[in-house]
């Protein structure tokens, strides 16, 4: 293994503290850390580091990365601590997109955004710490936003997205930290709501989902949670299979799962 670490000298890593590592569409590396951007350069192994410069408004809105979006063509959507950005690889420039208090269709909150999906037709799926999920279409410009509502049950179960994953139907799976699992029908605009239900082994495990991830050869979904390890979800039989912290060889060392990849 080779070690990349923040230090004094020129094209090092910007911060030790990684929160995301991302391959762009043509191949480039990109590493967003807790205090800066940073483009891996193979060929000298060093990073091009972007940083919030006041001086220049086309610059990075805020230097903590929390996740990253492959948006095509070299671009990159990413969500920060404050709000979204869009990096436009040919212009080498930030686009900032903040809330309007004025205007419905904007970004509904400014604070910290956890999760982001591109789905298959070019919507962006942008997942809040605390304000639900916006919904954003290019062509059209404007945000949708979806949250909590107490009094519907088809609405999203709780607005602390972590997590999305796109299934074969085009229908997106969204996971929350304390409201379980939800499933958005694109023909309905309804949301299913997928719970741990006392007494029921094949229910899902627990509330506090991490990652989700689809399956590429099966309709199957794989659930990272925080302290119940992972579930894989059928949606033919509607059941979930626990994979447990254990010391035999099919189980795992941690109960907290963070990431997950096939």
């Given at each position: 293994f080779k070690r990349f670490k923040s230090s004094s000298q020129p094209g090092s890593l910007s911060n030790n503290f990684v929160n995301v590592v991302k391959e762009d569409s043509y191949g480039n590396v990109w590493v967003g850390t807790k205090n800066g951007l940073n483009l891996y350069d193979p060929v000298t192994q060093s990073f091009k580091e972007y940083k919030r410069d006041e001086a220049n408004p086309a610059s990075i809105g805020n230097n903590?990365?929390?996740?990253?979006?492959?948006?095509?063509?070299?671009?990159?959507?990413?969500?920060?601590?404050?709000?979204?950005?869009?990096?436009?690889?040919?212009?080498?420039?930030?686009?900032?997109?903040?809330?309007?208090?004025?205007?419905?269709?904007?970004l509904s909150s400014n604070g910290n955004i956890e999760s982001m999906l591109l789905d298959n037709q070019g919507v962006l799926w942008v997942g809040t710490y605390q304000g639900g999920i916006n919904k954003y279409?290019?062509?059209?410009?404007?945000?949708?936003?979806?949250?909590?509502?107490?009094?519907?049950?088809?609405?999203l179960s709780h607005n602390k997205v972590t997590s999305f994953a796109?299934?074969?139907?085009?229908?997106?799976?969204?996971?929350?930290?304390?409201?379980?699992?939800?499933?958005?029908?694109?023909?309905?605009?309804?949301?299913?709501?997928?719970?741990?239900?006392?007494?029921?082994?094949?229910?899902?495990?627990?509330?506090?989902?991490?990652?989700?991830?689809?399956?590429?050869?099966?309709?199957?979904?794989?659930?990272?949670?925080?302290?119940?390890?992972?579930?894989?979800?059928n949606p033919k039989t509607n059941k979930f299979k626990h994979y447990t912290k254990g010391a035999a060889t099919d189980q795992l060392n941690s109960d907290y799962v963070y990431a997950l990849l096939e």
């Open positions: 903590e990365i929390k996740t990253i979006e492959n948006a095509g063509n070299g671009n990159l959507w990413l969500g920060t601590l404050n709000g979204l950005e869009f990096f436009n690889a040919d212009k080498n420039s930030f686009v900032h997109f903040k809330n309007n208090p004025f205007d419905a269709a904007s279409d290019q062509y059209l410009n404007y945000f949708d936003l979806f949250r909590n509502n107490i009094n519907d049950y088809k609405s796109e299934n074969r139907d085009g229908d997106i799976w969204v996971g929350t930290d304390g409201g379980g699992l939800n499933l958005w029908k694109r023909w309905s605009k309804d949301f299913i709501r997928y719970n741990p239900e006392t007494g029921n082994k094949n229910s899902l495990a627990g509330w506090g989902i991490l990652c989700l991830v689809q399956s590429k050869n099966s309709d199957d979904l794989w659930i990272g949670m925080y302290g119940n390890c992972i579930d894989r979800y």
